[in-house]
Each structure stands twice: as C-alpha cells, then as structure tokens.
C-alpha cells in the first residue's frame, strides 16, 4: 500500500543527519558542505537566505516527520535550525511543522482502533473498546502500518502536527526538540 499520496506529497531522505559527526546543528548547511540539503531545498523552490521566498514553495507546507525517540529529536532539531538558517521566511509563514507519531494503538474486540498521541491520551486508551483490547506500542514511524501511517500521519485532515515558530529558534539551535509528551 502507498501511504503518501504522490499527486501532492514528496518524501525526501536526508542521509548522514543521523551519523555521530553530526552532533551540532549546522548554523548554514550550504555553507557546511551538506549536498543532501542543497537537493532538499532545490526540490522546495524557495530559494536559500536572502532569497529565501515563500511564495516560490512547491508545496503548501513542509511537514518533518521522525521518530519521537532515540535520534528523532536531533534530527529535528538539525533540520529547524538548518531551516532556521536558510530558509527563515518559510518558518514565517507558518509552513514548517513537526508531526506526532502515535505513541499507542488500541484494537478492540469490534476490530476498532484508536491511536493515542500523548502520554495522557494513552491513559484513557483502553475506555469504550469493547471485549479484550490489543495494544500497540509504536518505537519508530516503520512500525506503523501503511494504512494507520496514512491516517496518523500523511493524511491532512487528520495527522497532528506542531507548527514551528519563529520563537522555536533557540531551541532547535540548542539541540533540545522534545515531542509532546
């Protein structure tokens, strides 16, 4: 199943923002040798710096989606502050945001599922499911199902998102992009 629809959504892979030697958020990525954002952020259109302008962007909104634990924050992190750096206006805009994974799932014995997003949705999970619920604990976006990846993610109407602000500066600078809780 294809999760993403490819009339009006584009995936890109950033490879090497994981790596150990990337431990600090490039101030200017184009300026710091990073090709893999150059080819991101040829593919948006906006322009870099003092080109930067939002009414170029290919794409109505720029959604980052990563893993809540283990390198996601980082990897957030370093995305924001390379977005930060060079594409400012963007962020301004109001098109940059963060989705939220679903922590858990909850299938009840009707074969309903409902998807908790924070650790106080995950508390009242298990209320109104009829018989014997399964409950899934998601630790990486690859352990969500095509279907439910659609649903919780991709899918405009109903994926959570956090939109960046300019004020989410300082922290995606310092490294400390923490998921809602």
Same mark, same amino acid.
């Given at each position: 199943?294809?999760?993403? %629809? ?6 890109? %892979?950033?490879? @090497?923002? /994981? ?14 040798? +990073? #090709? /893999?954002? *150059?080819?991101?952020? /040829?593919?948006? @259109?906006? &322009? !870099? @710096? /003092?080109?930067? *302008? ?15 634990? &283990?390198?996601? #924050? +980082? !990897? ?22 963060? &989705? ?10 009707? @074969?309903? +599922? ?15 499911? #009829? &018989? *014997?619920?399964l409950v899934h604990h998601y630790y990486r976006i690859g352990d969500i199902e095509g279907e439910f990846l659609q649903e919780t993610l991709l899918d405009r109407e109903t994926r959570r998102t956090v939109t960046i602000t300019p004020s989410d500066e300082l922290a995606s600078c310092a490294g400390v992009f923490t998921f809602p809780e």
């Open positions: 199943m294809q999760a993403r %629809c490819r009339e009006t959504q584009a995936c890109f %892979c950033l490879p @090497g923002w /994981d790596s150990p030697a990337s431990d600090s958020p490039p101030a200017a990525v184009s300026k710091h040798g +990073r #090709p /893999d954002f *150059d080819v991101f952020a /040829d593919a948006l @259109g906006c &322009g !870099l @710096g /003092d080109t930067c *302008d939002p009414a170029r962007l290919r794409y109505e909104h720029i959604v980052v989606l990563v893993n809540r634990i &283990g390198r996601g #924050p +980082r !990897l957030v992190s370093q995305l924001l502050a390379a977005l930060f750096a060079e594409m400012r206006p963007v962020i301004e805009s109001g098109r940059v945001h963060v &989705g939220l994974p679903p922590r858990f799932s909850a299938v009840g014995a009707d @074969g309903h +599922r409902r998807f908790a997003f924070t650790r106080e949705e995950s508390e009242s999970l298990l209320e109104g499911l #009829p &018989g *014997d619920a």
